[in-house]
């Protein structure tokens, strides 16, 4: 049986924050049916990571190929709050406001 290409892939990624290297030669890829997990020190750049990973972010160079059936969920660590309450704010998406009332 022939190995599937991967989901996402980084090859030889570089970025930088400035003069201040974040990453340099990431070399990741995420096979169909696999499980990953991302750790690191606060302030490692996790989350940058995977910006980029999911393409929210360019890398300064290398390359990211991402099969087209692929998709993403991605909770941003500080959310833009809008709304004059949270119930608001919840529910201004695609939820029903009984729905938010449930999740609140």
Partial sequence: MAARPPLVALKD???QDGPRPLFDGVDLAVEPRSRAAL???????KSTLMKVVMGLI???????SVQSS???AYVPQ???????TLLDYASSGEAEPWTAEAWL
Avoid: K, Q, Y
């Avoid at 750790?39 to 750049?45: E, I, K, L, M, Q």
């Avoid at 360019?58 to 990211?64: I, Q």
């Fill in 13 to 15: 990624v570089r970025l």
């Fill in 39 to 45: 750790v690191g020190r606060n302030g490692a750049g």
């Fill in 58 to 64: 360019e890398p300064d160079s290398g390359d990211r």
């Fill in 70 to 72: 692929t998709r993403f």
């Fill in 78 to 84: 500080e959310p833009v709050i809008t709304g004059a």
